[in-house]
């Protein structure tokens, strides 16, 4: 359940910047095909521009870097978690906030089976990329663990306990999704049941 509530319009995005994103995702989208079909290694940024007759120049415009164009979209969904862990009820305790936290960042992927297809292949394929994603894991799963000490939902908790809450809880996500996109389960909302249940019930029944 979100507790804080917001009132008001939703902004609007001006045509800058809905061009901005479309040219964005369609980046996006051409570098994972071109990096699953040839390996992340063999392609260049002056390749991935050329399909959309842009200039290597206009490609970083958009990413830092090769490696932005498969990371950056998890750097908004780190954000997205920290805003929708913060909204929890203060008095919800670490595993149930995070657990309701992660499903709302979920919803994000419902569009995207085929490109988190893709993504996951590459990285999984690439050792660079692999090292690359869990040190980043490693990094906003730190973040998490600090916002739940200084907002008072772990006190009373020791540090290994709620690493392992903060770790079970991001790993049944990821496996959720990993499982999801591997498969042709139409629902992603049922896995995440499953694995959730799991973690609240414990393994020994």
Same mark, same amino acid.
């Given at each position: 359940?979100?507790?804080?509530?917001?009132?008001? @319009?939703?902004?609007?995005?001006?045509?800058?910047?809905?061009?901005?994103?479309?040219?964005?995702?369609?980046?996006?989208?051409?570098?994972?095909?071109?990096?699953?079909?040839?390996?992340?290694?063999?392609?260049?940024?002056?390749?991935?521009?050329?399909? $959309?007759?842009?200039? +290597?120049?206009?490609?970083?415009?958009?990413?830092?870097?090769?490696?932005?164009?498969l990371f950056s979209e998890g750097d908004r969904r780190?954000?997205? %978690?920290?805003?929708?862990? +913060?909204?929890?009820?203060?008095?919800?305790?670490?595993?149930?906030? %995070?657990?309701?936290?992660?499903?709302?960042?979920?919803?994000?992927?419902?569009?995207?089976?085929?490109? %988190?297809?893709?993504? $996951? $292949?590459?990285?999984?394929?690439?050792?660079?990329?692999?090292?690359?994603?869990?040190?980043?894991?490693?990094?906003?799963?730190?973040?998490?663990?600090?916002?739940?000490?200084?907002?008072?939902?772990?006190? @009373?908790?020791?540090?290994?306990?709620?690493?392992?809450?903060? +770790?079970?809880?991001?790993?049944?996500?990821?496996?959720?999704?990993?499982?999801?996109?591997?498969?042709?389960?139409?629902?992603?909302?049922?896995?995440?049941?499953?694995?959730?249940?799991?973690?609240?019930?414990?393994?020994?029944?």
């Open positions: 359940m979100v507790w804080r509530c917001e009132t008001g @319009g939703v902004p609007t995005t001006g045509l800058r910047e809905r061009k901005r994103e479309k040219t964005r995702d369609a980046l996006a989208q051409s570098a994972l095909r071109l990096f699953a079909e040839r390996g992340f290694d063999r392609v260049t940024v002056e390749e991935i521009a050329a399909a $959309h007759d842009l200039s +290597a120049r206009t490609f970083f415009r958009y990413f830092a870097s090769k490696e932005d164009v780190r954000t997205h %978690l920290l805003a929708a862990l +913060a909204d929890q009820h203060p008095s919800a305790r670490p595993f149930p906030a %995070l657990e309701a936290a992660l499903r709302l960042v979920s919803t994000d992927y419902a569009q995207e089976r085929d490109l %988190l297809r893709l993504r $996951h $292949h590459v990285i999984t394929s690439t050792p660079s990329l692999s090292t690359r994603a869990a040190e980043r894991r490693q990094g906003w799963e730190g973040e998490v663990i600090d916002q739940l000490r200084t907002s008072g939902r772990a006190d @009373g908790m020791s540090d290994l306990e709620l690493r392992l809450v903060v +770790a079970a809880t991001t790993t049944a996500l990821q496996v959720a999704i990993e499982t999801w996109v591997a498969s042709d389960a139409p629902d992603l909302e049922t896995i995440l049941d499953e694995v959730f249940d799991r973690l609240r019930n414990g393994f020994g029944r």
